[in-house]
C-alpha cells in the first residue's frame, strides 16, 4: 500500500552491515548506562533492598526513555528523512521518480516512512528492555505503555516535518537547517504557552495544552503524573493524538503540493522560431557571446563562487531569519534572571551559551557537510578532475565561503558572551576590586569567544573532512551532524550521570568505558578509511578534553566567589581540537588528488 519505495528499503536496510553494528551499538550503550546508574543509586557495597530496586527502575527508566531516546528520535528522524529527500534532489533522481506511475503519496509516504525504518528498530530494540524494568518496580506498565506511544508519534512527527521542508526546498542545506530550526522554534513557541493563565477564555491551562504540543513535556507528564489535569484523558493520548493530526497534516500538505514544488528552478525551453540563412548565421556570429553583463571571476573561482553566487539555494535570508527568531526567544529565556528577581544561579550563564553554542555548531557544520555533498551528488565536483585547481584554493576557498555564508550563526554566541560579561561586571559589589572583577570578566570573555571561534573552525573543518572522504551523501551528513551532536549533547548525559550522586569513584568504570566510546566514534568518522597518526591522536585528545573542560567549568562554579581560572580549560580545549583542525588539513591539502580520485594512493 505505501509503494515500491518503502518496499525497496523495507527489504535492503537488513542486507547492509552496518545497520547490525548500529543496532548492537546501541543496545551496548543502553547496558553501559544501566551499569552507570546502578552504581550511582545502588552501588557494589551493599545488597539492594526493594527500595532500592525500586528507585534504581525508576530512575533508569527516566534515563533510558527521557535522556537518550526522546532526543535521539526527535534530532535524527527530522535530518535522516530531510537528508533522504535533499538527496535525490542533488543527484537529480528525484525528477525520475516524478516521472513515474507512481502516485504522489507512494513517493512522500514511501520516503518518509522508508526513512524512519532504521529509527524505528532501535525504539523497537528498546520496548523489551522497557518491559524488563518493571521487574525491578518503580515503574508501571502503563507508563511502559505510554511513553512508548510518545516516542513513537514523536519519531513520526519530526519525520514529516524533515520530509516537508526538504520537498519544499531544493538545496541540501536549507532543507536541513530549516528542520532544525523548526523544530526549536516550535519547541520554544510550545513552552512559551507554560506562561499563559489559559488558552482562549476556556479555562485551561497553559501547562496543561502544553502536555499535548511538546514531547518532553508529555513525558514528564508519563514520569510524574500531574495531580489535577483539565482534560478527562492522559496527556500521553492526547500528545499522541496531536501530533499524529499534525503528521497527517503535514505530509497531506507534502502529497498535494508535490508537484508544484518539483521540479524546481529549472528553465522552460521554448521552441526556436524558423529563421533564413542570413539570420542563422548572425546568430551562429554571436553564438559566443553570453547574455547578461559580464561578471569579472576571482583568482580564486570557488570562493567566488560561494559568495557571489546562490550555490546554496535562492532564499538563503528564509533560513536567517528562522534562526534570528529562534535566538531571540532562546535569548529571552536566557537573560531572564538578570533583570528578575529570582537571582542568579552559579551557571545562569550555560541557560544561553549552552543552547545557543549547539545550535550554531550544528548550522555550521550543516553548511560545511553540503558543501561538499551537493557538488558530488549534482556531478559538480567531477568537474574538479579536468581543471588546474590547486588543493589551497579549493580547500581554504569552501573553508572561507562556509564561513561567509554562516556569519550569521556565528556572531550570536560570540556577543551573548559580551552580554553576560557586560552585567556581570555590574553585578559586582562596589566594594570588592572593580579592578580584579574587570580583569577577570576580560579574560573569562576572551576564553570562551576564542575557544567558540576554535570549535566553529573545528566543525567547518569537518565537514569538509569527512565530505571528500565519505561517497555517500546521505552518510556524510548523518556521521558528521551525529559526531557534533553527541560531542556536545552526549558529553552532557554523561555529566547528569555523574552528578546523579555527586561520586565519581563509583562510576570511574563507566566513565572510562564513555571515554573511549567516544574515542573510537571519532576514529571511525575521522580516519575509518585511510588511517594516520595524527588523526588517531586527535582522537584521543578531543572527547578526553570536553569532559575535562565541562567537569572542571562545573567544579569552578563561574558567578560566585568560588570561580576558578578559565585559562586551563580554554588552553586544553584550543590545544586538542587546534591539532584536530591541523590532523585532517594536511591531509586534505597533501592527498586532495586521491580524495578527488584524480589519482590512487600510493600503496593501491
Given at each position: 500500500m505505501l509503494g515500491p519505495i518503502f518496499v525497496r528499503e523495507w527489504l535492503t536496510i537488513p542486507r547492509q552491515p552496518r545497520h547490525y553494528l548500529v543496532r548492537s551499538a546501541y543496545l551496548g550503550l543502553v547496558w553501559v548506562l544501566g551499569v552507570t546508574a546502578w552504581q550511582a543509586t545502588v552501588g557494589w557495597s551493599h545488597t539492594a533492598t526493594l527500595g532500592d530496586t525500586a528507585r534504581f527502575g525508576t530512575i533508569l527508566f527516566n534515563l533510558f526513555t527521557f535522556w537518550v531516546q526522546l532526543p535521539l528520535l526527535l534530532f535524527f528522524a527530522a535530518l535522516s528523512a530531510a537528508s533522504t529527500i535533499s538527496r535525490e534532489?542533488?543527484?537529480?533522481?528525484?525528477?525520475?521518480?516524478?516521472?513515474?506511475d507512481m502516485a504522489n503519496y507512494e513517493i512522500v509516504l514511501g520516503k518518509v516512512l522508508g526513512s524512519l525504518l532504521q529509527i524505528v528498530l532501535l525504539l523497537?530494540?528498546?520496548?523489551?528492555?522497557?518491559?524488563?524494568?518493571?521487574?525491578?518496580?518503580?515503574?508501571?506498565?502503563?507508563?511502559?505503555?505510554?511513553?512508548?506511544?510518545?516516542?513513537?508519534?514523536?519519531a513520526i512527527g519530526a519525520a514529516s516535518l524533515g520530509g516537508l521542508v526538504a520537498l519544499w526546498r531544493e538545496k541540501t542545506f536549507p532543507a536541513l537547517a530549516l528542520t532544525v530550526l523548526f523544530l526549536v522554534l516550535y519547541l520554544c513557541l510550545v513552552r512559551a504557552l507554560g506562561l499563559l493563565p489559559g488558552v482562549l477564555g476556556l479555562g485551561i491551562s497553559g501547562e496543561a495544552v502544553q502536555r499535548w504540543l511538546d514531547p518532553f513535556q508529555a513525558l514528564i507528564s508519563v514520569l510524574e503524573p500531574p495531580i489535577d489535569t483539565d482534560f478527562a484523558i492522559a496527556p500521553a493520548y492526547g500528545f499522541a493524538a496531536t501530533v499524529l493530526l499534525i503528521s497527517f497534516l503535514l505530509n497531506a500538505w507534502s502529497i498535494l503540493r508535490l508537484r508544484v514544488w518539483n521540479p524546481s528552478g529549472e528553465p522552460v525551453m521554448q521552441r526556436e522560431a524558423p529563421s533564413d540563412a542570413e539570420e542563422e548565421e548572425k546568430d551562429r556570429a554571436k553564438a559566443h557571446a553570453a547574455p547578461g553583463a559580464l561578471r569579472g571571476v576571482w583568482p580564486n573561482p570557488i570562493l567566488w563562487r560561494e559568495i557571489r553566487t546562490r550555490a546554496y539555494g535562492r532564499r538563503p535570508f528564509l533560513v536567517k531569519t528562522a534562526y534570528a527568531l529562534v535566538i531571540g526567544l532562546i535569548c529571552y529565556y536566557a537573560l531572564e534572571p538578570l533583570w528578575s528577581s529570582s537571582g542568579r544561579t552559579p551557571y545562569f550563564a550555560a541557560r544561553g551559551l549552552v543552547p545557543v553554542g549547539i545550535l550554531s555548531l550544528l548550522l555550521v557544520t550543516a553548511q560545511a557537510v553540503t558543501a561538499i555533498t551537493s557538488e558530488r551528488d549534482s556531478g559538480a565536483l567531477d568537474l574538479l578532475l579536468v581543471t588546474d585547481l590547486t588543493p589551497n584554493e579549493f580547500i581554504f576557498g569552501k573553508l572561507w565561503g562556509i564561513l561567509y555564508n554562516s556569519k550569521e550563526y556565528l556572531i550570536p554566541p560570540l556577543l551573548l558572551g559580551l552580554v553576560y560579561a557586560y552585567f556581570s561586571l555590574l553585578a559586582t559589589p562596589p566594594r570588592a576590586h572593580p579592578e580584579l572583577a574587570l580583569s577577570r570578566n576580560i579574560e573569562s570573555l576572551v576564553c570562551i569567544d576564542i575557544g567558540a571561534l576554535v570549535l566553529i573552525a573545528f566543525v567547518a573543518v569537518l565537514g569538509v573532512h569527512v565530505a571528500l572522504r565519505t561517497i555517500n551523501s546521505q552518510l556524510a551528513v548523518i556521521n558528521t551532524l551525529g559526531?557534533?551532536?553527541?560531542?556536545?549533547?552526549?558529553?552532557?548525559?554523561?555529566?547528569?550521570?555523574i552528578l546523579i550522586n555527586g561520586k565519581f569513584e563509583s562510576q570511574w568504570f563507566s566513565f572510562v568505558f564513555f571515554l573511549a566510546a567516544g574515542i573510537g566514534g571519532l576514529w571511525w568518522v575521522l580516519s575509518a578509511d585511510r588511517p594516520s597518526a595524527a588523526l588517531t591522536l586527535a582522537s584521543w585528545?578531543?572527547?578526553?578534553a570536553v569532559f575535562y573542560s565541562v567537569t572542571n567549568i562545573l567544579i569552578a562554579k563561574p558567578g560566585t566567589e568560588e570561580s576558578g581560572d578559565p585559562m586551563m580549560p580554554f588552553l586544553v580545549v584550543t590545544g586538542a581540537f587546534g591539532f584536530a583542525i591541523a590532523a585532517m588539513l594536511i591531509p586534505l591539502l597533501s592527498e586532495f588528488d586521491v580524495a578527488l580520485g584524480r589519482t590512487t594512493a600510493g600503496q593501491e
Open positions: 534532489k542533488d543527484r537529480r533522481t528525484f525528477v525520475l521518480l516524478l516521472m513515474t523497537a530494540g528498546m520496548i523489551p528492555i522497557l518491559a524488563a524494568i518493571l521487574l525491578l518496580g518503580g515503574v508501571s506498565p502503563l507508563q511502559v505503555a505510554q511513553s512508548t506511544l510518545i516516542l513513537a508519534a514523536t559526531t557534533v551532536f553527541f560531542l556536545t549533547v552526549g558529553t552532557l548525559i554523561c555529566i547528569y550521570l585528545l578531543c572527547p578526553p
